[in-house]
């Protein structure tokens, strides 16, 4: 907190962001009143297909400087971030103001952009880093479904306990339109960035404390190239987590005669089925566990998150060769749908080969592919069935998306050779 | 009528393909050609004349000559009328519509050819017991892939119906073969083709089960699919081989390049659209084998599993360097 108000104080726009001073928390703004003050510093931000002449993408934005600065989400303004040439963004506002918007930087990670509208000279909003109370009112604003500026008014619930990437968890109808809109505490001052829903009232905000380290990197001479920047980020980001995640043991568990990976962080989310109806030639047991966010790359490719899968599967009524050949022919098509397209990734490259680790002997399948835009960043696709028993198997498969080489098959292997042999 | 009467030579009657229809012998000069029913060779033929034509000795020469015709005489692909066309040697002719082959005598023949099938090995296929020993291996294999594809429990009517179908395509695909070999050579083989057939069908399935056996054994799993379309190319070589030999009557070492050409060029074409797309794929794609534990010999450690996906590696970044 010292260091960021020195850098704070060092800006005389971004000074005033904070919006610390006792005065104002004396004083409770009723849900009029927020609309009332803040309703100028809230725009629309329009994302233009320069061909079609029409928006590609809506969302919300706020000011946090005098000199037109503004924060939105990431995802609102990714066509403009990857094709530059072919979007423009725009600001709307009440009564018809519009003007150009100009991107000045990115966190992917947390899905907020810091943008810049030369003629938006406008009110702009003060943001507070510390959190709210547990149950304290919360007003957000936006434009939901282009239907023009809204306040909705919900209750604060804390931080996400199981979630990757850092949110706060609001009870409030947020509706598409409004992401990158602001969150405002009962005293008027920004707390969090409207970012997604689950429905039902259930709704995610970014915690300002990211809006304040995105204006405050802003002030770096950065001279790198925003695409290298984002690269870095998620770099950064993977380094992070799954470095944490490879200081420890994994957490396992059994599942049959094997001992496999489980929650292996609290934000990994595990969900168990078994599957023994009539028909089937196998009793099947499955153990799924997922990050359950992920960062928001493009419409069709998001990163940064970790999933796995193991099933158990044991032959019912058939021989060892029936076992196997079902084994072998749904082996196939099991993997779903990565994302992305031609000019995001690569094609995955596969390895296959049988591994014997420990105990256990297991066909032991390594895919990977390259992410374009970002060099050293790779999904990773690791699938392994074990060659133990002739009438029943453990298949796992674990999906890894935007990782470094080092970290991820670091961890690929701490995956593999985590799954145990123990009858 | 003389008791021994020198034939001058014979006329043939051709259709379009050249086939002979008709043969008549010349015995007696002149010899008439035309529509009316007292000519020695009667046209059915509405752009000859009543008396067409008229072969006989002009200058000591066999000639056929014109008898002042509406349409007149043609050597054959000659678009030149001849009041007269000398005969001394085979010669094809057209007389209104009608194409006519003259064979002088004396003629020289050529030796009689050799039955290439005659004493040949391949009459262990053209028979009642290769044919259902081949249906009857081909239709249990079928039915044996029918059952390990089987994803739930298995009904035997069913699989017996994916089998059936199976020795459907196979009885077609004879026929098909026996019916060419009855255009080209007059003859109908089809237990041999349903015998040749059946064991080159029997044998891809084999080809590819002993295949994936082998490759799960030995750990080639990736290289399966490459040497199936190798050895597929081989085998459907041999088969084809197998079913021109009773098509064609040409000697078989003749019959040993098209029945490749074909092969290379069936594969050629099932193969290579796949090979030109570079379509993304946002799932991996991987060819693996999976079979019973007790068959995997050897193994690699996890050390060197890792250690090669540096390969990999260096594959997907020149993949993204050179989109």
């Known amino acids: ?423 | 009528m003389d008791a021994v009467s020198t034939p001058k030579g014979a006329f043939e009657l051709l259709d379009r393909s050249g086939n002979v229809l008709h043969r008549v012998r010349v015995d007696k000069l002149p010899f008439r050609i035309g529509r009316a029913l007292d000519n020695d060779l009667i046209l059915d033929d509405v752009y000859s004349d009543a008396y067409h034509a008229e072969l006989r000795e002009v200058d000591g020469r066999l000639s056929l000559v014109d008898a002042g015709s509406v349409n007149g005489c043609y050597r054959h692909g000659n678009r030149q009328r001849e009041a007269s066309i000398a005969m001394e040697q085979r010669c094809e002719l057209q007389i209104g519509h009608t194409q006519l082959r003259f064979r002088p005598q004396p003629e020289t023949l050529a030796p009689a050819v050799a039955d290439p099938l005659l004493g040949s090995r391949l009459h262990v296929f053209d028979g009642f017991r290769s044919a259902s020993v081949a249906v009857i291996l081909f239709g249990l294999l079928a039915l044996l892939a029918a059952v390990f594809e089987a994803t739930g429990t298995l009904r035997w009517m069913a699989l017996a119906g994916t089998a059936l179908s199976g020795v459907a395509v196979l009885a077609m695909w004879a026929l098909i073969w026996s019916l060419v070999n009855r255009m080209v050579s007059h003859r109908f083989h089809y237990l041999a083709h349903l015998a040749i057939g059946g064991f080159g069908f029997a044998g891809s399935m084999l080809l590819d089960t002993l295949l994936g056996y082998l490759g799960f054994m030995f750990g080639f799993d990736a290289s399966v699919g490459t040497l199936s379309t190798l050895f597929g190319t081989v085998l459907l070589a041999v088969v084809l081989y197998g079913h021109l030999r009773f098509v064609s009557s040409a000697a078989p070492r003749r019959l040993v390049a098209p029945a490749a050409a074909a092969a290379l060029a069936f594969v050629a074409l099932t193969e290579l659209p796949g090979l030109g797309e570079d379509d993304f794929n946002s799932e991996p794609v991987a060819s693996v084998l999976l079979k019973s534990p007790a068959l995997a010999f050897g193994a690699d450690s996890s050390e060197s599993f890792y250690a090669e996906v540096d390969g990999l590696r260096a594959r997907v970044d020149e993949a993204r360097e050179n989109p």
């Open chain 1, 1 to 423: 907190m010292l260091n960021l108000l020195r850098i704070l104080m060092s800006s005389g726009a971004l000074c005033l962001l904070l919006g610390l001073s006792p005065s104002v928390q004396a004083e409770e703004w009723t849900t009029e009143e927020v609309f009332a003050r803040h309703k100028d510093a809230v725009v629309q931000v329009r994302i233009i297909d320069t061909q079609g002449g029409a928006k590609r993408s809506i969302g919300s934005g706020f000011l946090v400087s005098d000199d037109g600065l503004l924060i939105t989400n990431f995802h609102v303004v990714a066509d403009f971030v990857h094709h530059p040439g072919q979007y423009r963004a725009e600001w709307f506002a009440q009564q018809g103001v519009q003007g150009q918007l100009e991107l000045i930087d990115v966190d992917v990670v947390h899905d907020l952009a810091l943008m810049r509208g030369p003629e938006l000279k406008r009110p702009f909003l003060a943001v507070e880093s510390n959190l709210p109370n547990m149950g304290e009112r919360i007003f957000s604003l936006g434009f939901p479904y282009d239907l023009g500026l809204t306040i909705v008014e919900g209750t604060f619930n804390g931080l996400l306990e199981k979630s990757l990437y850092e949110r706060i968890h609001l009870t409030a109808s947020i509706n598409p339109g409004m992401s990158g809109g602001p969150a405002i505490d009962r005293f008027g001052n920004v707390i969090g960035v409207n970012v997604a829903t689950a429905g039902n009232q259930v709704s995610f905000l970014v915690p300002s404390k990211y809006v304040i380290a995105l204006l405050t990197r802003a002030q770096d001479d950065d001279k790198d190239e925003l695409m290298a920047r984002i690269g870095r980020q998620l770099i950064d980001n993977q380094q992070q987590y799954l470095g944490a995640l490879l200081q420890a043991p994994f957490t396992s568990t059994d599942l049959g005669p094997y001992k496999v990976p489980a929650a292996i962080a609290n934000y990994v989310n595990c969900w168990s089925q078994t599957d023994q109806a009539n028909d089937r030639l196998y009793d099947h047991t499955q153990l799924a566990c997922q990050t359950d966010d992920d960062v928001f790359l493009s419409e069709s490719l998001s990163t940064g998150s970790i999933s796995y899968t193991h099933e158990l599967k044991t032959a019912r009524d058939i021989g060892s060769l029936r076992f196997w050949s079902l084994l072998e022919s749904s082996f196939d098509h099991f993997y779903g749908d990565l994302g992305g397209d031609k000019d995001s990734v690569t094609n995955f490259e596969c390895q296959v080969s049988t591994v014997a680790h420990g105990e256990l002997k297991r066909k032991l399948v390594f895919c990977l592919r390259a992410y374009r835009e970002f060099p050293g960043l790779y999904d990773i696709v690791q699938r392994q069935v074990s060659l133990q028993e002739s009438r029943s198997a453990l298949e796992s498969s674990l999906v890894l998306t935007g990782v470094s080489m080092e970290q991820g098959v670091a961890f690929a292997r701490r995956f593999a050779e985590s799954i145990e042999w123990t009858p």
